[in-house]
């Protein structure tokens, strides 16, 4: 049975940084695309960014720069690192897999997600 588990968000003032991880489990982690999407209060929700299997990496526009995806599959856990964070940033940060289409990060393209972790960018 797939299972992902977020941890590492909290709250964090302007221009901090977090970094968040998502621990895998019940399948072949290294075969499988990463994403990481959030979900702002009355939002739809949106992609961050996602890693494929190759290691290529995609990012929304608002995220270059800024965050950065990365996995580790001895460990079978995929990470973002988010810098420089904006108020704009705070929402629920999802970690989902079993993508559909390659190279497509867009939350209908995901079939397991986790719980989520709450990021909130505030002084």
């Known amino acids: 049975q797939v299972q992902l588990v977020e941890s590492g968000g909290g709250l964090v003032q302007p221009g901090g940084s977090l970094r968040l991880s998502c621990a895998a489990s019940?399948?072949?982690?290294?075969?499988?695309?990463m994403g990481w999407f959030r979900q702002a209060p009355g939002k739809e929700r949106e992609g961050v960014s996602c890693?494929?299997?190759?290691?290529?990496?995609t990012y929304q526009d608002s995220a270059k720069d800024r965050f950065t995806i990365s996995r580790d599959n001895a460990k079978k856990t995929v990470y973002l690192q988010m810098n420089n964070l904006k108020p704009e940033d705070t929402a629920v940060y999802y970690c989902?897999?079993?993508?559909?289409?390659?190279?497509?990060?867009?939350?209908?393209?995901?079939?397991?997600w986790g719980q989520g972790t709450q990021v909130t960018v505030s002084s």
């Open positions: 019940g399948f072949t982690f290294h075969l499988y695309t």
């Open positions: 989902a897999t079993y993508s559909v289409i390659e190279g497509l990060c867009t939350p209908d393209n995901f079939g397991a």
């Open positions: 890693i494929s299997s190759s290691d290529t990496s």
